[in-house]
């Protein structure tokens, strides 16, 4: 099957790094979701949080066959995907080089749900990405709301006009 390879000097402490080294499967793709919560490290979680984000996004980027994206796998890896918004960002890394950004993550995290829409190429599957992250605006906190609205703006600028058909879903949460 189709692996998934980083090359990162953060491998070695991390011991989540079996995602980065199995095959992709379903049963992979299940590991997913927890591995995005693992660590106790503030540094290696977002590191960690960021390298699986920029993998996902690039297995939905050349996935043109939608052999990786199936529907399946597309409900598997939704809801933890959309669980980012809420996580909780770094207080400070500023110490830290190489460290991501706050900023670099979400930009990531956009990326990564806007191509996944972009990518399962049908409506039956964006409706039920577009709803949970619209939800993600009725947050009481500022950073879910952006996030949420970025994402519809990713997707507008990407769908065009597929988009369309979200929109009487879309205009209660604006």
């Not at 409506?123 to 577009?130: A, E, G, I, M």
């Not at 997707?155 to 205009?171: F, G, R, S």
Request: charged share 20%; hydrophobic share 40%; aromatic share 6%.
């Amino acid at each position: 099957g189709q692996s998934l390879k980083l090359i990162s000097q953060h491998q070695r402490e991390v011991w989540t790094v079996q995602l980065f080294s199995t095959s992709w499967s379903t049963s992979s793709l299940n590991n997913t979701g927890p591995c995005l919560h693992l660590t106790s490290s503030t540094y290696l979680r977002d590191r960690l949080r960021a390298l699986i984000l920029k993998s996902l996004h690039k297995c939905f980027l050349y996935d043109n066959d939608q052999k990786i994206l199936d529907s399946s796998n597309f409900q598997t890896l939704l809801k933890p995907i959309v669980s980012q918004f809420v996580a909780e960002p770094p207080e400070s890394l500023d110490s830290v080089p190489d460290a991501p950004s706050v900023e670099e993550v979400d930009e990531i995290l956009v990326s990564c749900l806007g191509q996944m829409a972009v990518t399962a190429r049908s409506d039956v599957l964006w409706k039920p990405l577009n709803h949970e992250v619209l939800m993600q605006t009725r947050s009481d906190n500022v950073r879910p709301k952006m996030l949420g609205l970025k994402v519809v703006r990713y997707m507008v600028q990407h769908l065009k006009e597929e988009y369309v058909a979200l929109v009487p879903e879309t205009i209660p949460f604006l």
